[in-house]
């Protein structure tokens, strides 16, 4: 069962700095991939009690298709049974105003393709020993995710099938962590398997059974790619690596062994790499533990044994402006979201429309005062998209109140709607009533004098509270008209008739001569 969420037509806009999750704080963008967009968010709980974390969306144009929902849920589900120190932890998954997103936690650190590319860029080899620790670690992870049992204790078949230097990420502390398990084949998934004619993960790490037999692939397609991601960090290349996905897949095809290793890379790591890339899935290792234990014992047969403090140390060595430019971009976020919440222009939003339009201009508002890095790719989904390290925006001030603010506004405008309508019946009744009472102590025929309602009574307490009213226009008429009564004299109230009709007084017969316009007030009585 495929499920289909309703989203947002303007989703892409909410995404703004400033903007909550539900209780995660966006702060900036670090990101955008294939299907994927990542941001560094804010948890913040009682008592000062705060946590970053990582938030992941899928991208507007993917997020109303009910594939790529379910995809992202099977994700949230099959990587958050995986507890491993070498596996990225999910810690939620929400579902915000019809925005799917995925909480994660937040890694100092950037993907390991970045540190090759560093790397080599300096025309220098990727040193052994460090591939060696890297790769231990990414077979530990693994494993674990291969492993991983229901409660019934059914094995759940998991396999990544997406393998690369884009999904492993290398923490400040010299860990390798897995992520991006959004292709993961396993038993209980929901979403659909890979369709007929087509194929997930990258070309160039991928086995030839999962390029060419997708529904058959077991958890040694993803020792093939652990071998090609350490083939191409201690040689530079790819195992079959062509201008383009088309010529890869075409070598794969023809089942011939990679190229061989440079001499310089001792032989005993040169024999397991030959191992993991074995064209026939039965003549590679049968588990990742079995390829990580291999590992290990190379790293001592060479004596090239390296820790998680020297992975450290290489990593800092070559992306520490990197790394030191993505802090300065989370420290400004985390300034601008503080400076926000102190004058309280928190940017909440509710379900109003009129909320979502406000959301969308604190989006243009955003981006001209974000503070903008270099567009650094750090990770993605497929060879032709990575995640980049994109605008940190930031927000001195948002265009969207805080709920307080507009409590208080909604507050006034209810009291002032409904004072303007008393203001003009007063006012009304004020105008109209000052010529009747000069008339009828003038006329002979003036209609009977009836003692005073409840009604007036009420009339001339709502007039006390009100106190002033608009003054009337004065009368086009030379002759003189009477000023309205004030609050000190009693005005005697009159009550009209249906008939007789009253007659009109002298003064508005001679105006009306004149062809001067009848009296109305400001308002329009």
């Not at 494993?143 to 409660?151: I, K, N, Y």
């Not at 009159?494 to 009709?501: D, I, L, M």
């Not at 009253?502 to 009296?519: C, E, M, V």
Request: some cysteine; hydrophobic content about 45%.
């Amino acid at each position: 069962m495929v499920v289909s969420l309703s989203v947002p037509p303007d989703a892409e806009s909410l995404l703004v700095p400033g903007y909550r999750l539900d209780r995660y704080e966006l702060l900036c963008p670090i990101g955008t991939g294939g299907m994927a967009s990542v941001w560094v968010a804010r948890l913040r709980g009682k008592h000062g009690f705060e946590k970053l974390v990582a938030i992941k969306t899928i991208l507007p144009r993917y997020a109303r298709d009910p594939r790529f929902q379910q995809m992202f849920l099977d994700e949230a589900r099959i990587a958050s049974r995986i507890d491993h120190p070498n596996v990225a932890q999910i810690l939620d998954l929400g579902d915000h105003h019809g925005v799917l997103f995925l909480v994660m936690e937040w890694i100092e650190g950037d993907a390991l393709w970045k540190l090759a590319r560093a790397v080599h860029d300096t025309g220098v080899t990727f040193p052994p020993g460090i591939a060696l620790r890297i790769v231990a670690d990414v077979c530990a992870g693994l494993h674990a995710a291969h492993e991983l049992r229901d409660r019934d204790g059914r094995q759940l078949g998991i396999v990544h099938r997406d393998v690369s230097p884009h999904n492993i990420l290398i923490g400040d502390q010299g860990v390798a962590k897995m992520i991006d398990f959004g292709i993961a084949k396993a038993l209980d998934r929901i979403g659909g398997e890979t369709e007929s004619g087509s194929f997930k993960g990258k070309v160039k790490y991928m086995a030839p059974e999962q390029a060419l037999s997708p529904r058959t692939t077991d958890r040694r397609a993803d020792l093939w790619a652990v071998g090609a991601v350490l083939y191409f960090l201690i040689s530079g290349r790819t195992p079959y690596g062509s201008d383009n996905d088309i010529a890869t897949l075409a070598r794969l095809a023809t089942g011939q062994p990679p190229l061989p290793l440079p001499p310089h890379i001792p032989k005993v790591v040169r024999s397991l790499v030959q191992r993991a890339l074995a064209w026939n899935a039965d003549d590679r290792f049968a588990t990742a533990d079995e390829l990580r234990q291999a590992i290990e014992d190379a790293m001592r047969e060479i004596r090239l044994t390296a820790t998680s403090a020297d992975v450290a140390a290489f990593f800092l060595m070559h992306l520490a402006d990197h790394v030191d430019a993505r802090k300065k971009a989370v420290a400004l976020a985390l300034r601008s979201a503080e400076r926000s919440r102190v004058v309280g222009l928190s940017p909440t939003i509710d379900d109003s429309s009129d909320s979502f339009r406000l959301m969308r201009g604190g989006a243009s508002a955003a981006a001209q005062a974000s503070d903008t890095l270099p567009n650094e790719p750090i990770s993605g989904r497929n060879s032709q998209s990575s995640l980049t390290l994109g605008n940190a925006a930031t927000m001195t001030t948002s265009p969207v109140t805080s709920v307080a603010i507009k409590r208080r506004l909604l507050l006034g405008g209810l009291a002032l709607a409904a004072v303007i309508p008393l203001v003009i019946m007063v006012s009304s009744m004020a105008f109209r009533g000052a010529p009747a009472a000069s008339a009828a102590g003038s006329a002979s025929a003036s209609p009977a004098v009836q003692p005073a309602t409840s009604s007036t009574a009420v009339v001339r307490a709502s007039a006390s509270a009100v106190q002033t009213a608009p003054p009337a226009p004065p009368e086009t008429s030379a002759a003189p008209v009477e000023p309205p009564a004030t609050t000190e004299r009693r005005r005697t109230p009159v009550t009209r008739t249906a008939s007789p009709a009253p007659r009109a007084s002298a003064t508005n017969r001679d105006s009306a001569a004149k062809g001067a316009a009848p009296h109305r007030s400001e308002y329009g009585f």
